[in-house]
């Protein structure tokens, strides 16, 4: 894969995440990560022309079986410089069966992108689901994350498959999909 600007910017701060980290569980610690991200983010935005270099490391890491130790800033990125094409990419690898890939971190980036990139990618998330058990390399909270997702893009065809994955013969998905409907129920109820 070609290093780019934003690859490097990635490293650089990847580099300080760690060096926070080594701080341990302490203040300085949660205050020097927010310094690290906040400027990274900021860094992340001012850079031009970066969602072909996303595309790529998301394609070498499909290709190559193996995201990398900076997925969750490449990730992030993703969120700075959003773009539908992204999408194929981050369907692949929420539905991949390899158990080290960043399954919450792919669904959380569909969750957050404008519902305009992401809804065209309901009926895949559905697929994943739909009349056959979830990925056995899910966890609990990646399935819970997948359902939030689909709350989060929030067309109807994703709103109405969360209430039919009430009545799913796993346990942990019909469970997750009751307590949604649930919360839609109460939404209604009191709309603010």
Known sequence: MKIGSLAKL???HQE???AA???GNSVDCVVELSKVLKLFLKECRELNNVEEEIVQYFQYGLEKRDLGKYSRMWFGSALEHPSSSYIPYLVKIAEDPEPTFPHW?????????????TESCV???IKMM????????WSEDV???YFETLNWIGTEEAINFIKKAQKHSNSTVAKIAVGYVQQFELDEEDPE
């Open 21 to 23: 980290f080594k701080k």
């Open 10 to 12: 990635i490293q650089n």
């Open 105 to 117: 971190l792919a669904f959380d980036t569909l969750a957050y992108l404008p519902e305009s990139i």
């Open 143 to 145: 399935i819970y994350k």
């Open 130 to 137: 739909d009349g056959r058990n979830p990925n056995p390399s």
């Open 123 to 125: 009926p895949d998330l």
């Open 16 to 18: 300080r995440f760690d």
